[in-house]
Structure formats: C-alpha cells, structure tokens
C-alpha cells in the first residue's frame, strides 16, 4: 500500500499490510492507520482515504465495495440482534484479537467482536458490553459525554497516537 499526498497523489510512504497493521518499507515498523499516515507525515485525519493499493484503489474504496457486496443497496439495514442490542450487520465476523469466528461478543459501540476467551472473560456479559478500546484507558468505564462543548466530567478525549479514548477527569487526575 501506498499513502499519497492528496493534492497531488504523490507517495509519501510505501508499506505492507499485515494482520497486525501496516509494515513500512523504509523502516519495517508496524502502525495502525492512523499511525502509518503520522509516519507518512501528514495529519489529515482520513487514513483510509489517501492509503492505496497498488491497483490504484484507496481503502475507503475497498471498504465500500465490501458493504455493498455484504448488503447491498441497503447496507444500513440491520440483519437481526444477537445478545443485548448488538446489530450482526454492523459488527465484525471475526474475533478481533485471534481473527477467527466462533462465539462472538459484540461491542455496543463499535464493530469489534471478539472471543470471550481472547479477552480473559469468564462469563458472557449481560446487557450493553463496550470492548477495550471503546473504554476509559485509564478506569475502563465505557461511559462517555460526547457533548465536548461543556468539558464536563465525562466528556470523551481521543489519543490519535494510540487509539484510545479517555475521560477528561481521568486524565486530570493522572496530569
């Protein structure tokens, strides 16, 4: 894969994708998206828009031809509900951490799944569940006011870095 310049569509980093993330090139670090556009030295904040396969197609392209190939014209339908009120159509199929199928547990948030095994859990939670990365990093409550126009206690900060999000207070609290 390629990030490009959008501009001008200019390369800026050459890299090789892995089930871990994005093996660079130059260096031979592994990065995430957003870290393989850091690297590439540009903060636009749309990794998958200027990321690129060698058949000219970006990942946002692959991405939309995944949900249209998997939904079709109705991709916003949800297929059904599993446990609580997570949507099969929105998730993933595959554990996050182990990626294979299986008995999934899927987070209410975002499309990650994952094996209950894979994240040391002894009992199926009941209700809403939020996956790790939908968490606190520092008190691991999944609770988050996305209102962040009053900073309050609870507003939600996101680490572009690592991909984790924070209460404010949280890390207040940590300075």
Known sequence: VYYCRKRDLQPMAEGRITHEGIKCVCCRQLFTLSGFEAHAGSYCGRPTANIFLEDGRSLVEC??????????????????????????????????VCRYGGELILCDQCPSSFHASCLNLQNIPEGDWFCPSCCCGICGESQFDVDTRNFMDRSVLYCHQCERQYHACCVRERE
């Open 63 to 96: 991405q939309m031809e995944v949900i249209h190939q998997k939904f079709g014209s109705h991709s916003h339908k949800p297929l059904g509900k599993t446990k609580g009120h997570r949507r099969q159509s929105w998730n993933d199929n595959v554990c996050s």
